[in-house]
């Protein structure tokens, strides 16, 4: 089976560039590719798009460390939602599920990390903040890159508003890293009906870039209603377009479903993924950019509340 992702050589336009030095007929090219791809299938795998495998290889070390740490330990970091300036922390295994029309929750870990965090292991895993923000850095460069190239490719007359919805930080930015680990099954594990390690989904908020390790399991469903597999390829990181950017660019854009299977063999091999959310700001309002009334506007904070509640079961 071809694969079913586009791949998108970024090495002309990479996070290293300065948009000014790179030609607006390359800038174009790129950008129809992406519109190509997220109109489509809703994903592009990126390569060469200027950051090096090494960042992410000390990041999932460093959140291996946390997650292999005793649940009594993990447990001192909950998961917290209090408000837009006060969320991430552990979700514990089945806490969560990602498709929450179907309970037992999810068999993944995951910790969340937004502003910086109020709530870190400093003292037990001491490198997991600063790899975390390191990365998190590189991943808000790498995302402002991939939405003014959406900007392009959809003629807007200000090709960065999109971009300059997304600040890095400040009271209203709501970019999320989170780092998701999927723990060994042993081989007499139960697995309960309808249960999966990551939940069929959508993902909430503009694009997500997603870093996975090389264990497999991620499948995306295709037009045809078929899900097929994302197997990760090396050096590619994987982009897709999430519900509030569909909505955004009146359905123009596309977002897929996808999931996390629990594979056939290798149950016992873990996996261990990395997710960039890219949100517009929480007080931003999104309305349809082609003018129509085809979704009423909602702020990005309403939108993503209304989703997390539901995938924590409230
Ligand atoms: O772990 C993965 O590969 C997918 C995770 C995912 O889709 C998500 O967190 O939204
Ligand atoms: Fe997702």
């Given at each position: ?34 519109i ?6 809703g ?62 929750g ?11 965090g ?10 997991f903040?600063?790899?975390a ?20 490719g959809l ?13 890095k ?16 099954l042993?081989?007499d ?8 390690r ?18 497999g ?13 994302a197997t ?17 660019t ?55 509340s ?9």
């Amino acid at each position: 089976m071809t694969y079913p992702i586009p791949i998108v050589d970024l090495e002309q336009f990479n996070i290293c560039k300065e948009p000014e030095d790179v030609s607006d007929d390359v800038q174009h090219q790129l950008a129809r590719q992406i519109i190509d791809a997220f109109s489509t299938i809703g994903f592009v795998g990126l390569k060469n798009y200027g950051f090096v495998h090494l960042q992410l290889a000390a990041l999932m070390k460093e959140a291996k460390t946390f997650f292999y740490l005793p649940e009594t330990t993990k447990s001192k970091y909950p998961y917290r939602f209090e408000n837009q300036y006060d969320r991430g922390g552990w979700v514990h295994l089945e806490q969560e599920s990602l498709n929450y029309l179907a309970r037992p929750g999810d068999l993944k870990e995951t910790f969340d990390i937004i502003n910086d965090g109020k709530v870190w292991p400093d003292d037990e895993v001491p490198g997991f903040r600063p790899a975390a923000n390191e990365f998190s850095h590189l991943c808000w460069t790498l995302s402002q890159r991939v939405l003014l190239l959406i900007g392009i490719g959809l003629g807007l007359e200000d090709p960065s508003f999109l971009k300059n919805q997304h600040s890095k930080d400040g009271v209203n930015h709501a970019q999320t890293l989170r780092c998701l680990y999927y723990p060994p099954l042993r081989r007499d594990t139960v697995i309960k009906p309808d249960q999966t390690r990551c939940g069929e989904h959508s993902d909430y908020g503009s694009i997500t870039l997603l870093f996975q390790d090389e264990a497999g399991g991620l499948e995306l469903r295709t037009r045809d209603g078929e899900f097929v597999p994302a197997t990760p390829m090396d050096g590619v990181v994987l982009v897709n377009v999430g519900d509030l950017m569909q909505q955004w660019t009146a359905d123009k854009l596309v977002s897929t479903i996808h999931r996390v299977v629990v594979p056939e063999t290798k149950l016992t091999k873990e996996r261990m993924s990395v997710a960039f959310f890219a949100r517009a700001d929480y007080d931003c309002v999104i309305k349809c950019l082609d003018g129509s009334d085809k979704y009423e506007p909602i702020t990005s904070f309403d939108h993503l509340s209304m989703r997390l509640l539901a995938a924590h079961g409230q």
